[in-house]
């Protein structure tokens, strides 16, 4: 038994190690430690390179990865809630099915991420770039979206409750593919902070996700905000 506590522990610095050397070497030790899940748990590797990265099915809670390269990088059904991912290039991330409550995203790039079946709940994207990114089937309540860039993504089938759209960038490019749940608390925070210029994208947002049928309530609802 304490054979097996040790060999739990040098394992886990294996990792941080090898992560800390790039995604060659982290790829590498995972190929050769199969049995082995990755715990990378409250680790600091800000600005590290994991371009293409395997960090799928990965303990990852409360990492720093602040500036850090994960382009291309997997991680896939794994737990990142809490981590620090501000300023990473998350380029073409693969993040399917992946915990990500609670996340900083602030000022990162997301353009192309496949990142859809997700829990987005209470993460932080503002000036994020999710252009052309691809998610449906996910959870963004209570997700802040301030100056992020959304032209192209591609959205559907997700539920988006107590969001402010206000100052969310690229609603009009958004691209729908099903129909989604949008809160009532997200259609008046949206139009009722958003200036004049802003409304007119919110709208087609709004009237592109909801099903048609809801179309005339949304326009009485939202006739009090012009």
Known sequence: RRHHIWSWTMANNEQLAAARKGA????KWRLENPGIALDLRDAELNGADLEGADLSNSDLRGVSLVGANLCKADV??????????????????????????????????LSGAQISGSDFVSAQMNEANLQNAA?????????????????????GRSSMADCDLS????????????????????LLHSLK???????????????STIEPELVEELEVLLSNYG
């Open 24 to 27: 060659q070497a982290l790829n």
């Open 76 to 109: 896939s059904e794994s737990n990142l809630s809490i981590a620090d991912l501000s300023g990473a290039n998350l380029a073409e991330l693969v993040g399917v099915m992946t915990n990500f409550r609670g996340t900083h995203f602030t000022g990162a790039n």
């Open 135 to 155: 998610l449906f089937s996910s959870n963004l309540k209570w997700t802040e979206l301030a100056g992020a860039n959304v032209t192209g993504k591609h959205f």
């Open 167 to 186: 100052q969310t960038i690229g609603l009009d490019g958004v691209v729908h593919h099903m129909y989604s749940s949008i809160g009532t608390d997200t």
């Open 193 to 207: 902070n958003a200036d004049a210029a802003a409304r007119p994208a919110i709208l087609s947002f709004f009237r």
